[in-house]
C-alpha cells in the first residue's frame, strides 16, 4: 500500500521532543554543511524513512520523468537516525528542501521546524476536501497548516472466526458492545488443568509484545477530552478516563489477571504474535495488520470491524497519518511546493495506490478520499471497514506541547492499573500530575522559542 512504497514499512511512532532540539544544539558543534555538488539545474533533498528492504522512492523517479525545470533527489534514512539528523539540519541551516514523515506534526511545527503551508495552498486553490476531514487537525498548529497528509492508518478490531465456531459464537458477527466483549473474552479464554492460558479470547491493551498501549478510543468513545480548550489544562481524571480505566482493569480480574499477564509475556513477533499464531481470538490493530495477517498467517480466517461501544458512547477510533512539509529555512521552498502538489495530485496518489498493492505493500492507505475509495485499493481485505472508521477517527496527538510525556504517562499509569498496583483513578492522577508538569515547562519554551526565531528572522538574533 501507499505507506510502504512512500515511506518504508509500518514503524513504532517515535515524535520530536525539546530535549532533541538540545541535542541537536550541541551536536551541530561537530557538523559542517555538506559539499555540494555542482549541477546545471536546481535539485531538490527528499528525506523519508526506509525500512530493511526499501526501494527507490517511486514518487520522486515520476517526478523527474516528468520535469525538466528541476529535479528531486531522495534521501533514505533510517528511521531511528532520520530525527536526529533532522534536528542538527535544522539547527545548522542546512535542512532538506521536502521532509516526509508520520505522527505528530505539532511535536514539529511547534517548534518552528517546519513552514506554514497555508500561503501556497491558497495560492493555488489547494483542495482540501479531497482529503479525509479527520486528518487535517494533526496537520494544524495554532491556526495554521504545516504539512500535507498523503497517507493514514486507523485502528480497528479483528477476531478469529474458527474460534467464535468453536466457542458457538457467530463467526460473522463480532461484540457490538463492551458487555458483549466481555462476555465473548470469557467464552473464548480456554485454560488448562494448572490455570494456565493456552488460548486468550482476548486481553485489553495487547497490541505486540513491549508495545506502549494507544487505546485512546475506549475513554473517547464515552466523550473523554484530555486537554481544556486554551490548551493549558491536562484532563486525564474525568469521569471517561476514570471509567474506560476502570472497565478494562475489570476484564483483566475477571479473565484472570496473572494468567492473561503471563500469556502476553510469552508472545512475541510475526508468527509468535498473539493473534497470528492462534493464541488469541480477539485483538485491536491497525489498519495494516491486513497485510501481517497475509505474511505471517495467510490461512487465519479473520473478521474485521470498528470496535465495540459502551451503552450510550460513540463510535471513536484513533488514526496515524503520513505527511509531507517544507522544513523552515529549506533553500527552495517555492520549488519544494511544486513537487509536494505533483506528489499530493490524485494522479500521483492512485499510481502510488497502484503500485503498492501491486508490490504486496501495505502500511498506509491514501488520504486522498477518492483514491482511498477507488477500485484498485478496495481490494485490500477490510478496507470498506477502514473508510468508515474514517467518520470517527480522532488523532492519537492529545496533549501537542508534552505528547512524549503524555504517552509515557499514560501508558505507566495503564500498566499499574492492569496489574492492580494502583486504582486506576489514583494511576490516572499522577499521571496527569506528571504531563502537567511537562507541559508548563514546555508552553513557557515554546514562547522562548517562538521569540528566538522571529530575532532570527529579522536578522536581530
Known sequence: MIGSLLFGKPVVQKLFTASGVLIALGLILFVHPPEQKETSGTVLELWHTTGADESEFQPALWFNESHDEFQVKAVALPFLQIEQKFLTSMVGGIPPDVF?????????????????????????????????????PEMMWNNETFAIPVGVGVDAFYWNKEHFLEAGLDPDRPPRTWEELEDYAVRLTKKNAEGRIEQAGYIPGYWSPFATPLFLYWPLQLGAKFLSEDGRKVNLTSNACVEALEWETSMFEKIGREALIEKRASFGYGTQHGFLSGQLSMIEQKSSFVEEIRKF???????????????????????????????????????????????????????????????????????????????VQM??????????????????????????TFWREYG?????????????????EDAQREIQKALDSQIEYDRFYRNYLTEREEGRG
Open 100 to 136: 516526509i514523515y508520520f505522527g505528530s506534526v505539532a511535536q514539529w511545527s511547534s517548534r518552528g521546524a517546519l513552514l506554514p503551508l497555508d500561503k501556497y495552498m491558497d495560492r493555488d486553490g489547494f483542495d482540501r476536501s479531497k482529503i479525509f476531514d479527520s486528518v487535517w
Open 297 to 375: 498467517a495467510p490461512d487465519l480466517e479473520y473478521g474485521c470491524a470498528q470496535f465495540p461501544i459502551p451503552e450510550g458512547g460513540k463510535r471513536a477510533t484513533t488514526l496515524g497519518p503520513v505527511w509531507v512539509g517544507i522544513p523552515r529555512g529549506a533553500r527552495h521552498p517555492d520549488e519544494a511546493w511544486e513537487f509536494i502538489k505533483f506528489f499530493t495530485s490524485d494522479e500521483t496518489q492512485l499510481r502510488a495506490a497502484k503500485y503498492s498493492i501491486e508490490h504486496n505493500e501495505v502500511g498506509f492507505f491514501p488520504a486522498n478520499i477518492e483514491v482511498a475509495r477507488s477500485p
Open 412 to 428: 505507566k499509569a495503564w500498566d499499574l492499573a492492569i496489574r492492580g498496583i494502583k486504582s486506576p483513578r489514583e494511576a490516572l
Open 379 to 404: 481490494t485490500v481485505p477490510c478496507m470498506d471497514i477502514f473508510l468508515e472508521s474514517m467518520d470517527n477517527a480522532y488523532s492519537p496527538t492529545v496533549v501537542p506541547l508534552a505528547h512524549v
